[in-house]
T-cell receptor, first 113, second 111 residues
Framework: EAGVAQSPRYKIIEKRQSVAFWCNPI?????LYWYQQILGQGPKLLIQ????????DSQLPKDRFSAERLKGVDSTLKIQPAKLEDSAVYLC???????????FGPGTRLTVL | QKEVEQNSGPLSVPEGAIASLNCTYS??????FFWYRQYSGKSPELIMS????GDKEDGRFTAQLNKASQYVSLLIRDSQPSDSATYLC???????????FGTGTSLTVIP
């Protein structure tokens, strides 16, 4: 069974630029999560999808972050414009449904200069 | 008050000893509790989940839950150098199914 795929693995941009991350969950997983993990901290949930609907985006900075999962499978997370404090690892996870174990992808390490 | 609190450590134990990791949570209505292990530069991986008061054992790992005290712990018996990692406590709230991680406890097992 293939795991959660994410791309790119690394990204370096300058502040005020835009960036997008892509995630393909495990086949058949209805729930998809995006987390932000700043160095030395635990992952912070940004947004949770159930199929193509948003379940929770209470911690998503909506003035600059957006995410979509249009067909209920893969998902993109966008930051526009980026700030220095957005430097972090962005983790995507998926689960069969919201009550099941989450499986994490390898993450995208973003550096904002 | 943070949703999930952990002692950030670092915690050092000698090889073969018991490592004890602790976690408290703020929402009394939380229903599901998880321990994840995260090696440096890697993604979190699930070690244990626990839903009821008491102990749950899986190999060298034992998770303990006390909902009255809002306390979760993880014991690692016969610690090995390969157990050296950051251990993340996570909690799912009953309301809204929101999921929160603690900041993690760094564990080093000394050979």
């Amino acid at each position: 069974e293939a795991g959660v795929a994410q791309s790119p693995r690394y990204k370096i941009i300058e502040k005020r630029q835009s960036v997008a991350f892509w995630c393909n969950p495990i086949s058949g997983h209805a729930t998809l999560y995006w987390y932000q993990q700043i160095l030395g901290q635990g992952p912070k949930l940004l947004i949770q999808f159930q199929n193509n609907g948003v379940v929770d985006d209470s911690q998503l900075p909506k003035d600059r972050f957006s995410a979509e999962r249009l067909k209920g499978v893969d998902s993109t997370l966008k930051i526009q414009p980026a700030k220095l404090e957005d430097s972090a690892v962005y983790l995507c996870a998926s689960s069969l449904d919201s009550n099941n174990e989450q499986f994490f992808g390898p993450g995208t390490r973003l550096t904002v200069l | 008050q943070k949703e999930v609190e952990q002692n950030s450590g670092p915690l050092s134990v000698p090889e073969g000893a018991i490592a004890s990791l602790n976690c408290t949570y703020s929402d009394r209505g939380s229903q599901s509790f998880f321990w994840y292990r995260q090696y440096s530069g890697k993604s979190p991986e699930l070690i244990m989940s626990i839903y009821s008061n008491g102990d749950k054992e899986d190999g060298r790992f034992t998770a303990q839950l006390n909902k009255a005290s809002q306390y979760v712990s993880l014991l690692i018996r016969d610690s090995q150098p390969s157990d050296s990692a950051t251990y993340l406590c996570a909690v799912r709230r009953r309301t809204g199914n929101q999921f929160y991680f603690g900041t993690g406890t760094s564990l080093t097992v000394i050979p």
